[in-house]
């Protein structure tokens, strides 16, 4: 720096330390943290048991409705909802449900939480219980063992760590306190976001829960029989999968849709049934990838949630990571994405993520569109297995696609219309959930985005 740096700034001296509490001091600061901690994961807590609310009362609705065709249908009385041995809570999770919040530390707030999150899912199971013996005409217990819920792990704290006294803000326990404290609220903030996932999937089965839904979800490896008991498709099909896109004189035509090339399939070397025109097929709705079950070639997605628009006037912003793009770390992946977060948009309006799920259309368009803006998508595909999939993708303008933090498709900068199978990808899905996020843009008119999964039996490459 020279004499004349230290003239202007000052003689370089010892790194400044952090300043640490120590005793009363520090056990007060450690008092206001766990309280802070208690009083966030009691808001959440308070949504998870409202949410259980609304799926019991799905359930009892679902029950409702399969008792009443299998009377008309059987001439008999149907099963008993309370002949499944998931339908009473557990006295743990009775009591999660009414236990005063406020008197509970953290560590008790944890416990009602992960007794809440178990009860969810056996309410979510029998609920898909209930329509799975609707549909098949089978006894509810069968439904109920063919119907695959699995709660999630959820790690268990060090209950030591919080009955010790911390008198330094700068030791190893306050560091282990901050650590388990973390997992914690990340634990609860899983837990509700599953909760939300759960309602939202239910959502699709139930019309008129959370005021959104359709009249029937199927994954990939369900019975086709189920999807076609329920909704005549094949009277549908001009309209169902009809694109957003009007026909172009060079388009490449077929019932999911229509747009100008180019149409990379021709030029790519795939399994001879895969190189087939899409109107041959048609393609079932839904987010899951079934080991066993009969399958039909194509899934589309058909559940998303959507946040924009974000400005990208002339389209300078192509390349600019807006908020939810900041889930795609470059070394760790997919850090997880905030879905009840909302964020500054074009037009200087706040947007928030929304809901949109369909069965009735391949292409998805978000709920409100403008010139020259940016959008996301997310969404999660459950697959039974780890597997390799086909998987198409399509997009009315530029977009991006990144499954579990993996960069997997970028579409051309050209803007062009909507087109189901602009772009074929080998994607390899992990047992599990696996999270997908899209970006895309529009440059002006028309927008739309697509995500199809091939789940027939395809041949190796070679």
Known sequence: MGWFGWVQWGRPGKPLREVAAVGSEAEAFVGRLKA???????????????????????RDSKYAGYAREFRDRFKKGPDRLDSLDIVHPRPREARAMVSDLGKQDIMQLYGIARQLDRRFHDLYRA??????????????????????VTAPDHPDVDPVIFRTRVMT??????????????????????????ARRMLDMAALVEPGLLGVGSDWDVGAGDDWAMFEKTASVFDRRPSLYRGQSGAEPNAFQ??????????????????????????????????????????????????????????????????????????IDPRLGFVGIDLDASYMGAEQKRVRWEYLATDRRVCFVPHRVIDWAIWYAYTEIWSEIEQDRWCIFGADDYNRCWINGEPVY???????????????????????FNTVLYKLENTWGRIGFSLCVYTGEAADES
């Open 36 to 58: 802070a901690e208690a009083e966030s994961a009691r808001e959440r807590i308070r949504t998870l048991r409202e949410g259980l609310r609304q799926m019991e009362s799905a």
């Open 127 to 148: 609920f898909r219980a209930c329509e799975l013996a609707r549909i098949q005409h089978m006894p509810l217990p069968k439904a109920l063992a063919l119907t695959r």
């Open 169 to 194: 803000t700068s030791g190893d326990d306050f560091a282990r306190l901050k650590e388990q404290l973390s997992v914690i609220r990340i634990e609860i903030k899983r837990m509700a976001g599953n």
């Open 254 to 327: 077929h019932e999911w849709g229509g747009g100008d090339g180019p149409v990379t399939k021709k030029n790519l070397n795939l399994p001879t049934e895969l190189g087939v025109d899409l109107s041959h097929s048609v393609p079932v709705p839904g987010r899951k990838l079934l080991k066993e079950g009969r399958k039909r070639d194509w899934m589309f997605v058909n559940a998303w949630y959507v946040i924009g628009p974000f400005p990208n006037p002339n389209r300078v912003n192509l390349n600019k990571k807006f908020p939810p793009e900041m889930s």
């Open 410 to 432: 970028q579409g051309h900068l050209t803007p062009h219309v909507w087109l189901p199978d602009r772009e074929y990808k080998r994607i390899r899905f992990k047992k599990g």
